[in-house]
């Protein structure tokens, strides 16, 4: 599938969640430049909660391998999922429309857990550990304005 559906797919996907589509783009391209069989182990948490959980034998060390990753489009951590009711396979996570489905969801979480404040939700979306996230983030929402967007800006 080619970036410019990819792209039509995450704003539907958005808008039925009431998010901002230019936004998600944006997200979806600093996480996986539209890459949607990226996958990514999350070293600091995999250190942090897993490798702790390893050593008591709670967890095996595969799982917590996987529950360490992020998958697909948004680079949603299956742990994260896990936590919101995700059920499926970190597979079903790289098919376009259910990775930007649960990006939206967790997305949505992460928001509502920073009062709706946009900054402070990118932040936790990504766990905090780079600052100027943010900004990176945001300056990547022009490339998917549409003209007419534009025009309307003017009238408000």
């Known amino acids: 599938m080619d970036q410019a559906a990819l792209v039509v797919i995450a704003k539907q ?23 949607t069989r990226a996958v990514r ?15 008591k034998g709670t967890v095996l060390i595969s799982d917590a391998v996987l529950r360490s990753a992020s998958f697909g489009l948004g680079q949603t951590m299956l742990e994260s999922l896990r936590e919101i009711g995700f059920a499926g396979t970190p597979e079903e996570l790289t098919a376009p429309a259910i990775g930007l489905e649960w990006l939206c ?51 408000l």
């Open 13 to 35: 996907t958005a808008e039925r969640h009431g998010l901002d589509p230019v936004l998600i783009c944006a997200i979806v391209e600093q996480e996986s430049a539209w890459n």
């Open 41 to 55: 182990l999350e070293n600091g948490f995999y250190h942090k909660y897993m490798v702790p959980m390893v050593e």
């Open 105 to 155: 969801v967790l997305f949505q979480k992460k928001l509502d857990d920073a009062g709706g404040n946009i900054q402070a939700g990118l932040l936790h979306w990504n766990g905090g550990g780079n600052p100027s996230y943010p900004a990176e983030v945001l300056a990547r929402e022009s490339r998917y304005v549409q003209p007419a967007d534009l025009s309307m800006q003017g009238d």
